[in-house]
């Protein structure tokens, strides 16, 4: 039974009894209902350790399309889980806390969108998978920073395109594909943060180190950086290069797979430009805790629903993205 209270709070705050071990219990409600946890590479790293599938947001969309699990948990940020459930409509699409949304998506509401497309009728939609199923149903083709190069290829040279909504991911594909897409002035305020006077501190602090960075970050970043690409992208650069040392322009919490992956390479984190945090994190993605996901799992709820008309509107674009990035090898 879901209390009234949780439901107002969006999460369930049942106190978890000390005893309880909670990773070894997670895998067994897990077996014992068929549920597979999806996390993304910024959430705290006791959710990543006890997950099935680590992933950035196409491999968890492309995960979740072909899952046989019952119940799919999403331990990411609100437009992770609809996506999951716009592309299953039949599983229970559990998000141990409701409230775990994102800035980038909330800076794209659908009806300002809708207004937009009718002031320009003859605009392709390009939307990044940071948007509400509303947004998605309102959109050609939707992108992740894995393939969104792909994706705006996609499209003849000549054909006039709303990107939307990061303006600094939509700046980044105009420079690399020569193109000059409409860009909505949408943004990530954990990306957003990242300063040219932070990392030019690092790099002199470590001359030797390369810089990586997440296409959301602002322009005058990336031009700093030695490589831009999404999580996955960049996880597989840090793997891949002879170099040991990495300045990680991105939401902290990747440095978790990167240094299993590499254990004698060394990544810094970058912090923002106020305050006195060592790293940048998305407070989003750490409204995921282990005691949350036990009780989403034990009580299976919060859960997402969406109106199905809608979900199917939504479906299109990401299916078009699944078929372009196949098609790309991704
Ligand atoms: P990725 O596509 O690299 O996973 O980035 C997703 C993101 O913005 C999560 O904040
Ligand atoms: Fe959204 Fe930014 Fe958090 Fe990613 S890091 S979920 S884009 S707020």
């Not at 939509?170 to 949408?186: D, E, H, K, Q, V």
Request: hydrophobic share 40%.
């Amino acid at each position: 039974m879901i209390k009234d209270e949780w439901r107002e709070r969006g999460f369930i705050d049942e106190p978890v009894p000390e005893s309880v071990e909670l990773k070894s219990e997670i895998r067994r409600l897990c077996k014992e209902k068929n549920a597979v946890i999806m996390a993304h590479y910024y959430t705290r790293s006791e959710i990543q350790d006890v997950a099935d599938f680590v992933g950035d947001s196409l491999a968890l969309a492309q995960q979740a399309a072909k899952t046989d699990a019952d119940i799919i948990v999403m331990c990411g940020v609100h437009f992770m889980a609809e996506t999951n459930k716009i592309l299953c409509p039949d599983k229970l699409v559990l998000l141990p806390d409701l409230n775990a949304g994102c800035s980038l998506a909330d800076s794209c509401p659908a009806e300002e969108l809708a207004k937009y497309k009718q002031e320009h009728p003859d605009y392709k939609v390009v939307a990044y998978v940071n948007t509400s199923a509303a947004v998605k149903a309102l959109t050609d083709v939707v992108v992740t920073s894995s393939n969104a190069r792909e994706v705006v290829e996609s499209f003849p040279a000549d054909e006039k395109i709303i990107f939307a909504p990061d303006k600094n991911l939509g700046n980044y594909l105009n420079a690399i594909t020569n193109r000059s897409m409409m860009l909505w002035n949408g943004g990530c305020h954990v990306h957003e943060e990242f300063s040219i006077e932070k990392i030019v501190e690092l790099k002199s602090a470590y001359p030797d180190a390369k810089i990586l960075a997440h296409p959301e970050c602002k322009s005058g970043v990336l031009a700093l950086a030695h490589y831009v690409g999404s999580t996955a992208a960049i996880l597989s650069y840090a793997q891949n290069d002879e170099c040991d040392t990495f300045i990680v322009v991105t939401e902290s919490g990747i440095l978790h797979e990167m240094q299993k992956r590499c254990p004698n390479k060394k990544f810094i984190p970058v912090p923002p430009l106020t305050g006195t945090c060592a790293c940048n994190e998305c407070n989003y993605m750490r409204l995921n805790t282990l005691e949350k996901l036990y009780n989403c799992l034990r009580f299976e709820w919060p859960n997402v629903e969406l109106d199905e008309q809608l979900r199917e509107r939504a479906k299109l674009p990401i299916e078009r993205m699944l078929e372009i990035s196949a098609a790309a090898g991704k």
